[in-house]
């Protein structure tokens, strides 16, 4: 699969989210089978790109390419100021978020909100398509099925975004209204592929190897996109790859292995954010691996309670070496997971 000239590892996707796909959560997304990540958003206000925030998420030493950025905005000018901005820090594909409920981007008119304004959705699709394609950067948009639920306008945008040169559409099967509520519906994100033809990626409440066959199935997409989902569980992307491939599921990790994975990541949590806000906003990451894990919710008090890298590390290491004195493999206990088995 290729966006525009660039190709791609494979067709599943890790979802860009703020304050938990920074470069060391997307570097293990990949190490362990997505074939993509896009990064957090990157907002197109000049006066915070040389803020800590910003420039952390510019920063893509070491992650393997294709480097792909989100940027987030409401004015076209910028929004293409933006992209020219990125570029020059190494991204290779530029993602325009027009998903994101979230109040601070929608009081701008940002992320979702621009869905109920065609006109300008369009027009900043188009100055971004204007700043990249001299450069050879393709751009991709990132869309919910719509404002609300009367106004489910995923398959005009998505044709006027195609229109104007974009490469890729993800859609998000819920409408800005239902924020997270409710489940995802896939009719539009099919009538979406339907209607295009550039690649278009299905996204919302996949959460499991059979659950992403059946979106597959059901909107005839190009590739999967997984976000909650791999909170905590960054190993789902080859499960899924696996069940694609074989129909069969992959045993879950080995106990030892979460191990060395935990650990790892949070090595490069605390190198990219620092001893203070390292250690609190690991925790949040270590509450996601140790959820549903027996006694996992008694350490995670106890790492709430504690402000040094070395011990909080310590605590996770010394708990996973119990688990692995008890079990072999990581007990999933998954609703998901007992339903398929039964
Ligand atoms: C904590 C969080 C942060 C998010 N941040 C972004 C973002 O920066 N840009 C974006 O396009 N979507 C963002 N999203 C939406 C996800 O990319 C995705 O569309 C949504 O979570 C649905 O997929 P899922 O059901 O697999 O999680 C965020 C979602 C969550 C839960």
Request: some cysteine; hydrophobic content about 45%; overall charge positive.
């Amino acid at each position: 699969m290729f966006i525009g000239h660039i190709p791609l590892a494979n067709r599943l996707f890790v979802a860009p989210m703020a304050g938990v796909t920074d470069r060391p959560f997307r570097q293990l997304c990949r190490q362990l089978g997505a074939g993509y990540a896009v990064s957090e958003m990157l907002t197109s206000r000049r006066d915070l790109w040389h803020s800590l925030k910003t420039s952390r998420r510019a920063n893509h030493e070491g992650e393997a390419a294709p480097i792909a950025v989100q940027i987030a905005g409401t004015e076209p000018q910028m929004m293409a100021d933006a992209a020219r901005y990125n570029i020059d820090r190494g991204a290779q594909i530029i993602d325009i978020n027009m998903g994101c409920p979230a109040k601070k981007v929608c009081q701008r008119w940002a992320g979702s909100a621009l869905m109920q304004d065609e006109a300008l959705a369009l027009q900043i699709v188009e100055a971004v398509v204007a700043a990249c394609e001299p450069q050879r950067v393709p751009v991709s948009l990132k869309m919910r099925t719509g404002w609300c639920q009367q106004q489910r306008n995923a398959v005009t945008l998505a044709r006027g975004a195609e229109a104007a040169g974009v490469r890729m559409v993800t859609v998000h099967g819920r409408t800005r209204e239902q924020g997270y509520r409710g489940e995802a519906e896939y009719e539009t994100v099919a009538a979406v592929k339907a209607a295009l033809s550039i690649p278009v990626v299905a996204n919302g409440d996949i959460d499991s190897p059979q659950k992403a066959r059946a979106v597959l199935a059901q909107t005839g997409a190009d590739a999967l996109m997984i976000g909650r989902a791999a909170q905590g569980r960054p190993w789902i992307f080859r499960e899924i790859a696996h069940y694609l491939a074989t129909g069969e599921y992959l045993a879950p990790p080995l106990v030892a292995e979460v191990r060395r994975l935990l650990l790892a990541h949070l090595e490069q949590h605390y190198a990219l954010y620092g001893e203070q806000t390292g250690v609190r906003s690991a925790r949040k990451h270590i509450g996601w691996y140790l959820a549903g894990l027996p006694g996992g919710d008694a350490l995670r008090q106890r790492i709430n309670g504690v402000e040094s890298s070395v011990q909080q590390s310590r605590l996770v290491a010394d708990y996973l070496d119990q688990l692995a004195s008890q079990f072999d493999r990581l007990p999933d206990l998954s609703p998901s997971t007992l339903e398929a088995i039964a």
